[in-house]
């Protein structure tokens, strides 16, 4: 993840630092991307549906909070989306009934945020980080997710489960992508 309030340019010992957490974005990417094939073969019920995302955004979390972000600024940042993310899943595990109108705000809300931030921590960081645009885009993308979550907090499941189900797969793929350039990112460092 890229911090939208770093304004440090990134350095050759950061990112030496940061390739060697490369390994977390590509755990993290391709369980993403499993959870949301599974969400999407699935016939979900809303508190089997909860759990899964709980266990999703639990999982996510912690690798964001084991992780720096790629720009080079202080752990901070990811270790306070990864606690809220955390929260957010332990929200699903322990209110243990969620309607599907709490369930589509707690998503779509989460996918709003999360865009926003991916979006404003790209564009601050388009002279830092190669693939800055690549967060930017995506942003763009989950909070138009989010947004189609939060107006339709009234839809069926399936919709609710196809939307999760994509997410986290494109979440996936980024971080996928990302894992491969963060590992790398020492040698694009002048």
């Known amino acids: ?10 350095t050759r010992p950061d990112a030496v630092e940061i390739s060697k957490t490369w390994i977390l974005f590509l755990l993290s990417g391709l369980i993403s991307v499993v959870v949301g094939i599974v ?4 016939d979900w019920t809303k508190d089997d ?8 955004f639990i999982l996510r979390g912690i690798f964001q909070a084991a992780s720096r972000p790629i720009d080079g600024s202080g752990r901070g940042w990811n270790i306070f989306v990864g606690f809220l993310a955390v929260a957010v899943g332990i929200t699903f595990l322990v209110w243990s009934g969620p309607t599907l109108l709490v369930l589509a705000v707690f998503i779509g809300a989460w996918v709003v945020v999360t865009g926003i931030f991916d979006f404003v921590g790209g564009i601050a960081n388009r002279h830092n980080a190669p693939l800055w645009w690549l967060f930017a885009v995506f942003g763009v993308v989950e909070v138009i997710l989010g947004i189609i979550l939060l107006n339709n907090p009234d839809d069926t499941l ?18 996928i992508v990302v894992s491969f350039e963060v590992k790398h990112l020492p040698k694009m460092i002048k």
């Not at 993840?1 to 990134?10: C, F, G, H, K, V």
């Not at 969400?39 to 699935?42: A, E, G």
């Open 1 to 10: 993840m890229l911090n939208p309030i770093n304004q440090t340019e990134l």
């Open 158 to 175: 399936t919709l609710i489960v196809l939307l999760v189900g994509i997410w986290a797969i494109l979440v996936g793929v980024l971080q």
């Open 39 to 42: 969400i999407l073969r699935v």
């Open 49 to 56: 549906l909860a759990l899964v995302v709980a266990i999703l």
